[in-house]
C-alpha cells in the first residue's frame, strides 16, 4: 500500500514514517502542503494522511486543490475539535479524520478501512486456527468443543475474527461493540476481553488474543 | 446626521430650538392677525370720520366756493399722497380732485344721504405693489349745488410698513428664542448625562484585577439606579464566573502534575543506566498510559469549555429509553460482575437527546455507581417519563455521601474525599460533563444520598413541538 503523508511537524512526520514503514507500507513524507500536494499530483497514492495546521499552504487548500484532479482517499488530521472543522473538511471531500492527539493503532485502522476496496463480503463462517464461528446461527466451537457466548463476547470475538493480525485499540472496539464513540475512563474493554479469554483462550494450548503493550489487543495465530 | 443620530445632547438641543421656534412664531402670527385687524379696523373708521366731516363741511356754501377758488389749499390739506379724495355734483366734472399718487379711481355705488356711514361701507382693493387701498363713497347734500358725490379713498403704506416690521419683529425673536433655548437645552442636557458620564468612566476602571469593584449608585439620578443595578448584577455574575474559572485552570493544572510527574520522573530514572529491552518497553507502555491519561483529560476539558449548545441540539433523536438503559447494562456487565455488582435495567418512552452525549452521561454515572458501590449489591439503571419529559436514575447501594458534598459533586475537580489517591481511572471531571451534557439538553441533573443508597437523576426535556 501506497501512503503519502504530509506533516510538517519534523517530529510527527519522523514518527508517521518509521510507525507505518514499519507495518510494511510503502511511505512518502511531504514536509509542506507545497510539496505534498506536488508529490499528491505526480504519483499514485492509495491513500493520503493530511495535517492541516501547516504554514504557506495549508491542509484544506492543498485538499481543495488536489480534489480538482485527483479522488485519492484523504484522511485528515486535526488538533482543533470543534464540529465546524470537521464538516468543512468532509465538504472539501475528505474521507475520514483523526483529532490530535490520537493513538497509532487507530489511524492504521482507519487506513486501512479507507483502502479496503469496493463493499466486504459478510462471511458466513469464520476459521481461525481451530476456532470456528458460524456467524448466522452464532455457534462457536475450538477443538470440537462447544462454546457458549453473551451476544456482545460474540459481538467482540466477531470483530477480532474479522481483523486477524490487526491491533485493535480500546476505543475502537469500544465504538464497533458498544456504540461507544468517546474514551471513557473506565476498563470495561479490558474487562470484555478478559472474560472472552477466560472463555476461549485459556482452555487451549494456542492462545488468540494477545495484548499489546499500551495500545490494545491484537487477534493473531501468531504470537 | 450620523452625529444626529448618535448624540443624544445635540438631538435633544435640536428639538428644543424647533419646539422653540414652531411655538413663538405660531405665538406671533397669532398676534398678528390681531394686530391687522385691528388697524383695518382703525383705518377704516377713519376714512368713515372723512365722509361725516364732509358731510358737515360741504353743507357750508363758503367751502364751497373755497373748493373752486383755491383746490391746492385741500390738495395740501390732505397732506400726503397716499390720501384720494373727489369731489364731484352731478352730471358735471369734479370740483375737486386730489391724487397726488396718481391712484386708479374705483368706481363705486355712492351711500346714500340720508344713510348712516358703517364699517361695512368701506371697500378694499388689492391697491398698488401690494399695498391695500381702501375706499367709501358716499353722496352729500351741500345745498345748492345738489347731492355731491364725494369718494375718499387712502393706501395703507403705513399700515403696511408696519405690519412688515411687526412680522420681521416675530421671526426674529422666535429665531434667538430658538438659538437661546438650543444653547441652554445642550447646556442642560449635558449637565444632565455627567453622572452618565461618570459611570463610564468607573466602569472604564473595572478589570480582571478588581473585578470585586462595584459601580457608585451614591448621587445618582433616579433613572440610572436600574441600570447601574443591572450593570453590577452583570458584574457580580461575571466575577463569579471568572473565580469559578481561574479555579477550574488552578485545579486543572495541578491534575496534570501527577500524570507530567510520572513521565518525567520514570523516564529519567530509566535513562540512568542500560536496562534490558523488556525494562524499555515497560517504560514506553508506561508512558503510553500516562499520555492516554493526559489526552482523555484534555478531551475532557474540551468538552467542558464547550460553549456552543447549538450543534449538540441539532443532532437530538428520539431514543428508546429500554434500549439505551439495557445498553448501558450491557456494557458494564463486565467491569459489574467483576465486583459482584449486578446490574438491572428498567425503563420505558423516549429521550430526546443527542444519543452520544447521553450515552457519556449515563456511561459516566454507571462508571460512578460501580466504583463506589457495595460489594455484591444491586446496580438499578431506570427511567420513567414525567412531566418534564424523562427521569433517568442510576442507583447504587454504597456509603452514603455527606449532605454537604451533594450539591458540589458536579462541580469540575471536585472530590469528596480529598486525599483519596487519584486513580488513573479518575480525573476527577466526570460528574460536571454530566453536568453539561444536561445543560446543552436543556434539562437538570441532581444527586441524593440516604441510608446507603445513592441515586442520580437526569431529567431530559421531552421534544417540543418545532424541534
Known amino acids: ?223 | 446626521m450620523n452625529g444626529l443620530r448618535h448624540s443624544l445632547t445635540l438631538r435633544l438641543a435640536l428639538v428644543f430650538a424647533l419646539l422653540a421656534f414652531v411655538s413663538l412664531t405660531l405665538l406671533g402670527v397669532a398676534l398678528y392677525r390681531d394686530l391687522e385687524r385691528e388697524l383695518i379696523h382703525r383705518d377704516d373708521a377713519a376714512l368713515i370720520t372723512r365722509i361725516d366731516q364732509l358731510r358737515t363741511f360741504l353743507n357750508d356754501s363758503n367751502t364751497l366756493e373755497l373748493i373752486k377758488s383755491k383746490p391746492a389749499l385741500f390738495q395740501n390739506m390732505m397732506g400726503n399722497r397716499e390720501a384720494l379724495l373727489t369731489i364731484t355734483p352731478p352730471g358735471g366734472k369734479p370740483l375737486l380732485v386730489v391724487n397726488p399718487g396718481n391712484l386708479p379711481l374705483p368706481s363705486l355705488a355712492p351711500v346714500p344721504m340720508d344713510h348712516k356711514l358703517g364699517l361695512s361701507d368701506v371697500q378694499h382693493y388689492p391697491g398698488v405693489d401690494g399695498v391695500p387701498f381702501s375706499a367709501v363713497a358716499a353722496n352729500i347734500d351741500s345745498g345748492d349745488m345738489g347731492a355731491l358725490q364725494v369718494v375718499t379713498g387712502r393706501l395703507m403704506t403705513e399700515r403696511t410698513a408696519l405690519l412688515a416690521s411687526y412680522r420681521l419683529n416675530v421671526y426674529l425673536f422666535a429665531s434667538v428664542a430658538a438659538v437661546l433655548l438650543a444653547l441652554s437645552g445642550y447646556w442642560l442636557v449635558h449637565r444632565g448625562l455627567l453622572p452618565v458620564r461618570r459611570l463610564a468612566r468607573h466602569a472604564h476602571g473595572i478589570d480582571v484585577g478588581n473585578l470585586g469593584e462595584r459601580l457608585d449608585s451614591h448621587g445618582a439620578p433616579q433613572e440610572l439606579l436600574p441600570m447601574i443595578d443591572a450593570f453590577n448584577a452583570m458584574l457580580d455574575r461575571l466575577g463569579r464566573g471568572f473565580a469559578q474559572l481561574s479555579q477550574v485552570s488552578t485545579d486543572m493544572a495541578h491534575e496534570l502534575r501527577t500524570p507530567i510527574n510520572n513521565l518525567l520522573g520514570e523516564t529519567q530514572v530509566a535513562l540512568q543506566q542500560d536496562r534490558s529491552l523488556d525494562a524499555y518497553q515497560q517504560l514506553l507502555a508506561s508512558n503510553v498510559e500516562e499520555l492516554e491519561r493526559l489526552a482523555r483529560m484534555l478531551d475532557s476539558m474540551l468538552f467542558l469549555a464547550r460553549t456552543d449548545p447549538s450543534s449538540a441540539l441539532k443532532q437530538r433523536q428520539q431514543l428508546d429509553a429500554a434500549d439505551e438503559m439495557q445498553r448501558m447494562a450491557d456494557y458494564f456487565e463486565g467491569p459489574a460482575a467483576d465486583v459482584g455488582i449486578h446490574i438491572q435495567a428498567c425503563g420505558s418512552g423516549v429521550i430526546w437527546a443527542e444519543p452520544m452525549l447521553l450515552r457519556r452521561a449515563l456511561a459516566n454515572l454507571c462508571a460512578n455507581a460501580i466504583k463506589y458501590g457495595a460489594p455484591d449489591s444491586e446496580l438499578l439503571i431506570d427511567a420513567t417519563p414525567c412531566a418534564e419529559g424523562i427521569r433517568l436514575s442510576v442507583r447504587n447501594h454504597g456509603p452514603t455521601i455527606p449532605a454537604e458534598h451533594l450539591p458540589r459533586l458536579f462541580e469540575r475537580f471536585y472530590r469528596v474525599d480529598q486525599s483519596r489517591e487519584r486513580s488513573a481511572n479518575s480525573n476527577g471531571l466526570g460528574l460536571s460533563i454530566v453536568a453539561t451534557i444536561m445543560q446543552l439538553h436543556n434539562g437538570t441533573c441532581s444527586a441524593n444520598s440516604l441510608d446507603g443508597l445513592t441515586s442520580f437523576e437526569l431529567v431530559f426535556p421531552a421534544r417540543r413541538q418545532g424541534e
Open chain 1, 1 to 223: 500500500m501506497n501512503i503519502l503523508v504530509v506533516e510538517d511537524e519534523p517530529k510527527a512526520g519522523n514518527y508517521l514514517l518509521n510507525g507505518l514503514q514499519e507495518l510494511g507500507y510503502c511511505v512518502t513524507l511531504a514536509r509542506d502542503g507545497a510539496d505534498g500536494l506536488h508529490q499528491a499530483l505526480e504519483h499514485d497514492f492509495d491513500v493520503i494522511v493530511l495535517d492541516v495546521m501547516m504554514p504557506k499552504m495549508d491542509g484544506w487548500e492543498v485538499l481543495r486543490r488536489l480534489r480538482k484532479e485527483a479522488d485519492t482517499p484523504v484522511l485528515f488530521l486535526t488538533a482543533r475539535d470543534d464540529i465546524a472543522d470537521r464538516i468543512k473538511g468532509l465538504e472539501l471531500g475528505a474521507d475520514d479524520y483523526l483529532i490530535k492527539p490520537f493513538s497509532f493503532a487507530e489511524l492504521v485502522a482507519r487506513l486501512r478501512t479507507l483502502t479496503r476496496r469496493g463493499p466486504t463480503r459478510e462471511e458466513e463462517q469464520l476459521h481461525v486456527d481451530d476456532l470456528q464461528i458460524d456467524v448466522l446461527k452464532r455457534r462457536i466451537t475450538r477443538a470440537g468443543v462447544r462454546i457458549t457466548l453473551t451476544n456482545k463476547e460474540f459481538a467482540l470475538l466477531h470483530l477480532f475474527a474479522t481483523h486477524q493480525g490487526e491491533v485493535l485499540s480500546r476505543s475502537m472496539i469500544a465504538s464497533r461493540v458498544w456504540d461507544m464513540n468517546f474514551d471513557s475512563d473506565t476498563n470495561v474493554v479490558d474487562v470484555a476481553v478478559r472474560r472472552l479469554r477466560l472463555k476461549i483462550d485459556d482452555p487451549f494450548q494456542l492462545k488468540l488474543i494477545h495484548s499489546v503493550r499500551g495500545i490494545g489487543y491484537r487477534f493473531d495465530t501468531q504470537p
